[in-house]
């Protein structure tokens, strides 16, 4: 019997393929690959509402257009209007929570809930007025990236200094640091985190004059 060739695997078609399969054929693969996922993460939005909202109605809907989903978080009154289809949540491709089935152009992209995100939406309730504590504890591990943990880490530092300012740390400082991790991205992800971290109950951020202060407000200690 001849010898079989190992064929070389072109991953970045392979991935392309997998992102067009229907959600009845990944949770097939899936279930094929016997995979033991890690803990999910969020994507990128600073707005913990927004996935709330979306996790509830896919979970009662089972899918949904990108475009319906913007104009049923702009329905939503804790939401500000979404005039983009680059609101978050889900990229292109898959993610943790969201499977994306491409469609013609962004806004016809067919999201439906991973098994996680399944998960994850039957811990949420219906109430879209606020995150309840429990609710804000959730996304804070969806939320836990090294980008995260490094704005974190610095403003602890900070308040661990014995010139520390009562009411944290000046946002140019805070960028400042976060360039030597980051570089060019440092302002953004500072704006970004900022807004996320403060939502989550991370921090308060208060005005010096015309300069914006960041304060760690969680525990010290145990």
Known sequence: MPKTE????????????????????????????????????????PDPLKLKVALKKLQQGGSITRGDLREHLSSIDGISEITSMN??????????????????????????????????????????????PVEIALYRGLSMYGNMAAFLGILE????????????????????????????KASTYTGYLGT??????????????NRARYKLVTPEDT
């Open 6 to 45: 190992d064929v070389p695997v072109n991953v970045e078609e392979l991935l392309e393929r997998v992102d067009r399969l229907s959600h009845e054929e990944r949770e097939r693969l899936r279930a094929r690959l016997d995979v033991n996922p890690s803990p999910p993460l969020a994507g990128w939005t």
């Open 87 to 132: 609101y978050g949540l889900v990229g292109r491709k898959s993610n943790d929570l969201f499977e994306v089935e491409k469609g013609s152009g962004k806004g016809q992209d067919v999201f439906t809930l991973t098994r996680q995100g399944q998960e994850l939406a039957e811990m949420f309730d219906d109430d879209f007025s606020s995150l309840r």
């Open 157 to 184: 530092k900070h308040r661990n200094q014995d010139d520390a300012h009562p009411d944290g740390m000046l946002k140019e400082d805070l960028v400042e640091e976060m360039a030597t991790i980051y570089g060019g």
């Open 196 to 209: 996320l971290a403060e939502r989550l109950g991370y921090i308060e951020r208060t005005r010096d004059g």
